[in-house]
């Protein structure tokens, strides 16, 4: 049976043959999740994503979103499925368990989300923003606010959202003018509009709880000024009862590329003057808490971009090995027979490039939530400061790297199958679409690199160095592995390389080279991503080596010696390009840097 | 007031200081073609593409085509745009003036088409199949098929449209099963189903003449059977009167990612056993026809997938002018006015990729147009044996390079937007979508990676080497102007790269190892692509060079200066991730070729 959304048997490599995820039952608070009950979850997971999420893909895109008179129809055959979800307990996966979360390690989780996004992307949509708003509740909130509200949005009785962007105001948060003044009473009055807002409104649930940024009369400007605040969709009482309908309506929704089964609303704020709001944190600390948020959220973009390359991968090499066409490349009569295009090196190259990104990118999502695990259950403020130096570097790379190349495998995924690829028949061509949007939300990866770049990179190198110094452990145990040596030393020259271009890039950063050096952030992110990548496949094939030695069933054997393949792929034919990249780096070339908008043309 | 479509700017500096087309007009055939002529020639095809065209891309895009009950229906609106650019003559440019074509040399009706599928390139689906059905009888018809199609054909009167892929023989061409018997009276019964034909039904004129691949009951199997017939949807009576409807029917229109008004076929012939046809060209021959017209197909998607690019680089390039967002990189105070996001460094690097490679992609396309031009003006044998060793190397470039990178400036043209390139408010996300399908159709871009190994260098390395030597001319006139002599020695640098790399493959495919030469085909197609794109970046650089020395106009200047700048990131950017992949070619790494499909994974 083909495998479908993700490998079965890769998803069980990464969490227990390369990190060995099930340690973390050593610690009280993950003492359930032992190995047996981590496949369970899994297992439970794909059988739902399978069964019930992937049958609704197509139609749900088809069907869309409708708007009319303030209220959004999402999918029809949605609601089944968002009954089940909830209900099975996978909306706040790791939340507390105290609050109706399930308290799972963030890898677990991971896993299990891999298998919903490559399954029906979209869809999810409508669970996560449930899981944000609930999660800013529970760090952010009053005992009065999680009370009200918490339950309720992790069970997915409720659904939530993130009031952020503004017409004016997308990746400059800081210019947002929606204004809140206070009631006097403990509430707000807030005024504004917002756009791009996922799961603005939806028919799915009764209430929707909109986390809003916005500033209090007299605030700062800029994001020194900017407070956070939670607005009911139908107001909640103290005793919990719902009142009246709350002043934020839709007043339409976007026509987008993808992710059609989501509405992208608009948002309106007080026209009718009564938008109540309550406070959530501090006053003008709303953007702090936006960025204590950031981290996951980014996260799951990265695995939203990343399961879309999941899916397209799966469906592309079941295509392969049934679509028959042309003879192999070595035939020489007539007589030899058709093959399936498996058997055609430059189907192969494109099937090998998705292998090998997936594999790759799949380990290094997993380790990022790995690396969260192990903050939370670090023994030390030292250990736990180690753990978080990493995730602040991987975070980028998480989002911004990983959504960029899931969306190229997408397009191969499409190439894949020719003419069909392109038609609604096969996923492809929806995969390719709704990927491309995690390149842009969530802070496009233009964002992400300046982040990288300028406020990880920039403010210290240590974590950075570290990161590497971890790659250049698992390189160090790979020489020792005769069958490894080659590609082991391969990536070694590029984790050098790369040091030195970190190092470059810092000395422009501080002597104010700031044009030049931000011109160089995305192919900074793309050759670090490459590295960190590589590192991953590397860790994966001594893995494979190791459990080689005692591997006796066929499929086991395969999927092992397929490992050293991956990784010798990209060692053999992503890195060097890599390396060039950064040779363009170094070479310190000024044409972007030095352009001045006359001289784009087009006037 | 911003370009659209196309930089008239540019296309005036390919058309005439780059290449100087007007050097044609000195030949017979083309001794109506003078600069001032020429000039007309695209400002009346710049006017109706921005006029007529561009307005109904959209509208085109989301109505898309219907079907019913064999019927097809295009975008009401296509209707007028479609008579205007018939009897505007615009069809058949380079055609025959005999039958009705303008005549014009094949660089000018490039330039026309940049502007008419950056306009709109779904509409222009329609008109090129007409075109090309007319060329394929004015090069193999008889007397009496000619003065019965031609035209009818070239005029627009009547369509066109080209049977080739059934759903067993797509990139298989040889499998084909579609069948013809001989009548006796000189014309042929025909049976099959074709699928993905372009413009196979349309409301758009009253009859279709469509060209069919079968196979004659006997005839050999494979490509050598293959024999081509001109199937007219409406009979045509020796005397040129319509007759009866033939017995070819559209049995259902494609669901698919772009391209919407651009109806995509599944076509039955002889359901009812009445389907007639006349031989086209030889018995057997219709590959070998096929293929005589595939260059001008080829450079023609070519020219489609460019152009969707270049209208999202001037989109791109007019909303990053007016778009204000965020501060400048090098503001430190809140007083700091926030700027267009044209200065943020990323977006820039995005605008000058966009830049360099729409303007390299542009003059290597035109380039391809002109040595068709020079092959027909020659007037040796040697000649134009030279120009067509030439245009054998350009065109698998020409439609393989270029719309792979189209592809990814048109991904750029909507990360540029955010958000909103995401939205349909804008049009670059249609652009995306309808690019993809240039990647794909008139031969994958892995056909066209295999057809520049295998068919062109792997038979005669000369004319690849011929036209590095072209390349290298450029070098040692660049070495002398001392502005350019760093880019010349990058350039240089690669194109001696690229020769060994030519060397060792061709090297590799006469020992017989095919497996692993072909998992190179794709990366030498990338990287031949690069270095021909860089080497036409050098030249432009060198003309504008020499322009400056007079030019006093500020916006002269400011095009000139852009030059240097499109040629200096190219070079300092492009070319070093470019030698990274060569680099990765001579390493030898064997995975794609030794990987075996139960490797994969996936079960």
Redesign the interface.
């Known amino acids: 049976?083909?495998?479908l959304a993700a490998?079965r048997?890769?998803v069980d490599f990464v969490l227990h043959e390369q990190f060995g995820i099930e340690q973390l039952s050593e610690h009280e608070c993950f003492a359930d999740f032992n190995a047996k009950t981590i496949d369970m979850i899994v297992s439970e997971a794909r059988q739902l994503a399978i069964k019930e999420l992937l049958p609704l893909m197509g139609e749900g895109d088809l069907e869309g979103c409708t708007f009319h008179d303030g209220q959004v129809k999402v999918p029809g055959s949605f609601h089944r499925a968002y009954d089940l979800f909830r209900k099975g307990g996978w909306i706040a996966m790791c939340e507390d368990t105290a609050w109706g979360g399930q308290g799972m390690p963030a890898t677990v989780a991971l896993a299990a989300d891999n298998y919903f996004n490559a399954a029906n992307y979209p869809f999810m949509l409508h669970n996560i923003l449930a899981q944000g708003a609930g999660k800013l509740i529970e760090r952010f909130g009053t005992e009065l606010q999680k009370k009200l509200f918490l339950k309720n949005l992790y069970s997915g009785q409720w659904g939530g959202s993130m009031l952020l962007?503004e017409p004016?105001a997308?990746?400059?948060v800081g210019?947002l003018t929606t204004k809140a003044l206070p009631n006097g009473d403990g509430t707000y009055s807030i005024t504004g509009n917002k756009?791009?807002i996922s799961s603005g409104e939806t028919d799915l649930v009764p209430n929707i709880i909109h986390p809003v940024l916005a500033r209090i009369e007299g605030a700062p400007?800029?994001t020194a000024g900017i407070s956070l605040f939670l607005v009911p969709k139908i107001w909640v009482n103290h005793d919990g009862s719902l009142g009246e309908p709350n002043d934020i309506i839709c007043t339409g929704i976007?026509?987008?590329?993808?992710i059609h089964a989501s509405p992208?609303c608009s948002m309106a704020l007080g026209s009718r003057d009564i938008c109540r709001g309550t406070l959530l944190g501090e006053e003008n600390r709303g953007m702090r808490a936006m960025f204590v948020m950031m981290n996951r959220a980014r996260l799951h973009v990265g695995m939203q971009g990343f399961s879309c390359a999941s899916a397209s991968?799966?469906n592309a090499?079941?295509y392969a090995?049934r679509r028959?066409?042309?003879?192999s490349?070595?035939a020489s009569t007539?007589a030899d027979p058709?093959v399936?295009i498996?058997?055609?090196?430059?189907?192969?190259?494109?099937?090998?490039t998705m292998?090998s990104f997936t594999e790759g990118m799949r380990s290094l999502l997993f380790y990022t939530g790995f690396m969260e695990d192990m903050a939370r259950v670090a023994g030390s403020h030292g250990e736990k400061a180690l753990y978080q130096g990493r995730i602040d570097i991987l975070i980028p790379v998480a989002k911004g790297y990983v959504t960029d190349r899931a969306?190229e495998m997408c397009?191969l995924g499409?190439?894949i199958l020719?003419?069909y690829?392109?038609?609604?028949?096969f996923p492809q061509?929806q995969l390719?679409?709704d990927c491309?949007?995690t390149?842009?939300?969530e802070g496009?990866?233009?964002i992400q690199?300046?982040d990288l770049l300028g406020r990880k990179l920039g403010r210290d190198q240590g974590p950075f160095e570290e990161l590497l110094q971890e790659a250049q452990k698992t390189v160090a145990r790979a020489r020792e592995v005769s069958a490894l040596k080659g590609i082991a030393r391969a990536l070694e020259g590029n984790i050098l390389k790369l040091k030195a271009v970190a190092g470059h890039l810092r000395k422009k950063l501080q002597s104010g080279d700031?044009?030049?050096?931000?011109?160089q952030?995305?192919?900074f992110l793309e050759v670090t991503g490459d590295t960190l990548t590589a590192w991953m496949l590397l860790w994966r094939a001594l893995t494979a080596v190791q459990k080689l030695e005692s591997a006796s069933g066929k499929?086991d054997i395969?999927?092992y010696?397929?490992q050293l393949?991956s990784a010798?792929?990209f060692?053999?034919?992503?890195l060097?390009?890599?390396?060039?990249?950064m040779?363009?780096i170094l070479?310190d070339?000024r044409?972007?840097?030095?352009?001045s908008?006359?001289?784009?043309?087009?006037?």
């Open positions: 049976m083909a495998q490998d048997r890769d962007t004016d997308g990746s400059d210019a756009i791009f400007p800029g976007e026509e987008k590329m993808g992208t991968y799966l090499l079941a090995r028959i066409q042309g003879k490349p070595e007539d058709r399936p498996i058997e055609h090196p430059d189907v192969r190259r494109m099937l090998l292998k969306f397009s499409v190439q020719g003419g690829g392109f038609t609604r028949d061509e390719l679409r491309k949007i390149q842009i939300f496009t990866n233009g690199a300046m700031i044009p030049w050096a931000f011109a952030a995305h192919p499929k395969s999927f010696e397929g393949r010798g792929f060692m053999g034919s992503v060097p390009v890599s390396l060039g990249r040779e363009a070479l070339d044409s972007v840097a030095d352009m908008d006359d001289l784009f043309g087009g006037r």
